[in-house]
């Protein structure tokens, strides 16, 4: 089945702890990238990635971290998570860019950052 | 830079009822144009897109939407809600002309098909 894998699903971590949200797909797409998503604010980029060894900033890098050795892994990093973090995350893929293509989503990690 | 607007949070509607979830853009070039919907818990889903072509767009789950140029807008619409409908819809725009890669999106609409 085709389809793109987050963990874990629910984290609560500390101020300060740094923490790695795991992303996967198995669709053998060249793009990936990281939303969140916040109450009246709908989804916003992080970090998008148009091929292994290849990522940029969306429109909210600030205080995250990612890496594309593989083409179906691209994993989400906060080294000193922050309050204002806690959100909801999503991890996305498609086809070569996104030019007219389906973009297919994780089911989400709710992170809590006290 | 590109937008998206949903300028309802909430659209409540009863079943069997006519549903309509508004979205309006803003682009430099002529937009991409998608709708997802999530439900509680759950990732975002495809419902259909705009690249070209009919204006009227047919997706999945009975959903459809037009693109209206001149209004820069691209409403999703069924003709008969059902209270599985419920859910929050998105609206997403991308600008094929431009440099940037990403996807935006709107707020957000949360539907509510009364029973």
């Known amino acids: 089945e085709a389809q793109v894998t987050q963990n874990p699903r629910y984290l609560i971590t500390v101020t300060g702890k740094k923490l790695t949200v795991t992303c996967s797909q198995n669709?053998?797409?060249?793009?990936m990238s990281w939303y969140r998503q916040d109450p009246g604010l709908g989804l916003r980029q992080i970090y998008y990635s148009m091929n292994v060894e290849v990522t940029d900033k969306g429109d909210v890098p600030e205080g995250y971290k990612v890496s594309r050795k593989e083409k179906r892994n691209f994993p989400l990093i906060l080294e000193s998570p922050s309050p204002n973090q806690t959100s909801l995350y999503f991890c996305?893929?498609?086809?070569?860019?996104?030019?007219?293509?389906?973009?297919?989503f994780g089911e989400g990690s709710w992170l809590t950052v006290v | 830079a590109q937008s998206v607007a949903q300028p309802e949070d909430q659209v409540n509607v009863a079943e069997g009822n006519p549903l309509t979830v508004k979205c309006t853009y803003s682009v430099s070039g002529n937009p991409y144009l998608f709708w997802y919907v999530q439900y509680p818990n759950r990732g975002l889903q495809f419902l259909l897109k705009?690249?070209?072509?009919?204006?009227l767009v047919k997706g999945s789950y009975g959903f459809e939407a037009e693109f209206n140029k001149s209004q820069t807008s691209f409403h999703l619409k069924k003709p008969s809600a059902l209270v599985s409908d419920s859910a929050l819809y998105f609206c997403?725009?991308?600008?094929?002309?431009?440099?940037?890669?990403?996807?935006?999106f709107g707020s957000g609409t949360q539907l509510t098909v009364l029973p």
């Open positions: 705009y690249i070209t072509g009919d204006n």
């Open positions: 669709m053998n797409h060249e793009y």
């Open positions: 996305a893929s498609s086809l070569q860019g996104i030019v007219g293509n389906t973009i297919y």
């Open positions: 997403a725009v991308r600008d094929p002309s431009g440099s940037a890669r990403q996807l935006t």
